[in-house]
């Protein structure tokens, strides 16, 4: 339960909800090693989501929602994941989705925002698949054209949330007139027909997302569910490309914020005999503590720059891409590291599955692995920087 100060009386635009997420990321705390050892999904943390106003965040705010900016969606975020990294990655497909839909399809959108602030809604997304890998704008699931909309077939991976969620988004590759293959986006309600789960999550770190792998065979869906238009959805993507790169890298720095607090309170406690002090005392931990410390500022900095930057619209589309992965990479690869410097200031404890630290240390790596890849994002700031193409290279079509 939350405060009554938190929600009750409240519509959801007058939330807080960086202390809706203070409130319940201390509830998910008590239960996030659980969830963890059973890969099990966290049913009772994404009602609690639902039931507080979190999920209605970035539905706007003339449908119900609380229309919230990517400033405070991240620092909500953040705070979430230093209690339950599983939950915040789960809930952060549907809340920054949600968002990026808004300046797509907001008008086609009303049911969904319907069921989100009246029926607890979840949206789960699906974009990677095993021939595509985080490279998004190509999908090679087909959308067929058939009477009254399309139908879909092909493998959809790393589907997070989908055991909570019963809305999809979703991407699909149809042909124009030319047998031109283009991206188009759905927004569907989840059924059970047409779409069957091939591989339940078994991860090595968010292991409690429900990541699923998917199989989706003569999945039809009706053409108002259909979002933008054929061959839209790479410009669109990257104009708000903000919305899913800073939501990604605001989960990793809440989770090496959250292991900077508990290491550091370990350290003032902790006494060796041998050294008749807290482990605070020797220099070597202050230097890793200082050392965790600088780099979550860092991160941090890097993270709510881009946070607080509007895309406009002369904005180049593809110089702003680059910059926004440049900071998801660079946030995400700090947020790792001080999540390394906590393992090494616990020690061996830290390592044991009794020690928060270790689900951390899993759970931060997967920022390292998350769209955009490292080696392509760093590519392209090159490449950008030499005023040599990126999207000529044949490899990411024209
Ligand atoms: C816990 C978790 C949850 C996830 N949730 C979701 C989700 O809800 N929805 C979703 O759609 N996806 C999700 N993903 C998938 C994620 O978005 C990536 O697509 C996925 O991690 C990529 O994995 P892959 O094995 O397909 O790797 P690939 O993308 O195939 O990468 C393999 C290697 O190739 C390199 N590489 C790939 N493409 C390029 C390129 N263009 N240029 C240079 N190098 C390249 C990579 O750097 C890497 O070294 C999730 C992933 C994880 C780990």
Known sequence: ?????????KTNAEIDYVEVARELAAQFATRAAHYDQQAAIPHENARALMESGYTAMTVPVAHGGGGVSLLTLCRAQEVLAAGCASTAWMVNMHVHGLAILNFVASR??????????????FLA????????GGNWWYPTTQAQRVPGGYVLNGRKTFFTGFPVANMLFLSAAVKDDRGVSQALGFVVPK????IRVEREWDGCGMRATGSHSLVLEEFFVADKYVVGNPGDVPVLFMRNVHWAWCSFASVFVGIAAGALQYTTEVVKKRQLKVLRKSLAHLPGIQFRIADMKVKLAAARANLYAAARKEFRENDDPLAHYIEISAMKTRTCQLSYE?????LRVMGGSGYAQACPIQRMYRDV???LLMPPSADMALEWVGKHALGIPVLGDPRWGE
């Open 1 to 9: 339960m939350l405060s009554s100060q938190t929600t009750s009386q």
């Open 108 to 121: 086609d959108l009303e049911w969904a925002y319907n069921e989100v602030v009246h029926h607890r809604g």
């Open 125 to 132: 997304g699906g974009f990677s698949e095993p021939g595509v």
């Open 191 to 194: 059924k059970e027909r047409g």
């Open 338 to 342: 001080v999540v390394l410097q906590a």
């Open 365 to 367: 790596t997967a920022g």
